[in-house]
Nanobody, 123 residues
């Protein structure tokens, strides 16, 4: 499975972003996909996850209420729409995939990772 994250860039505080994660390879083996982020000097942090078959989404507190994680019907792309961005949302955002029903917020449980896309929120 190969993952390619895109859509990062510079956003003003209060703005929105939409990240994409293109999925290729043995996609039938995917059970769940997730979004994580890592700010400079900080640990990688869970943002959201989506069960690949049912498209049921789950959110961390940092994302709940202002984010939507979804996938396309062809199961080739995952999206993260996040609104009301603040400078503390500045981070490299990663997408990840797991073959099994794992603890969704636990980064070490994921099997595959994309390269990350940088989101910078200016105040």
């Amino acid at each position: 499975v190969q993952l390619q994250a895109s859509g990062g860039g510079l956003v003003q505080a209060g703005g929105s972003m939409r990240l994409s994660c293109a999925v290729s390879g043995r996609t039938l083996s995917i059970y769940v996909m997730g979004w994580f982020r890592q700010a400079p000097g900080k640990e990688r942090e869970f943002v959201s996850a989506i069960t690949w078959s049912s498209a049921k989404a789950y959110y961390a507190d940092v994302a709940r209420g202002r984010s939507t994680t979804s996938r396309d019907n062809a199961k080739t792309t995952m999206y993260l729409q996040m609104n009301n961005l603040q400078p503390e949302d500045t981070a490299v955002y990663f997408c990840a995939a797991a073959r099994e029903n794992i603890p969704r917020g636990q980064s070490r449980s994921y099997d595959y990772w994309g390269q990350g896309t940088l989101v910078t929120v200016s105040s």
